[in-house]
C-alpha cells in the first residue's frame, strides 16, 4: 500500500513490478491462501487476519480475478469449512 501510495495506482497498475514481485506469484500466493483456508485447523489464523485481507479486497490496485480469491479466502474462514467443502464441486 506505501508503493501505491507514493507511486500512484495507475503507475502501479501499468507497472506491477514496481510491487516487487509478479501479478503471477501473487495471484499463485492467494491460490495457496485460499487452499490453506479450506483446511479447519488453519481456520483459527486466518481470523486474526481478516482485517487485512479485507484492506487487500477493497484495495483499488488489486485486480478482481485476485481479489475474489482473496474474498473467498474470507468467505471460508467466516464459515464452517467442513459445510463449505461439502458443497463444492467434485474436480
Known sequence: FQIASSQGTKKL???PELMGTTP???QRAAKTLKNLALVPENQSLFMRFQPRLLSLVMSQVMDQ???AII???LFYCSEDVNDVC???PIS
Open 13 to 15: 497498475r501499468n507497472k
Open 86 to 88: 461439502n458443497q463444492l
Open 24 to 26: 503471477g506469484m501473487v
Open 71 to 73: 474474498a473467498d479466502v
Open 65 to 67: 480475478e485476485l481479489a
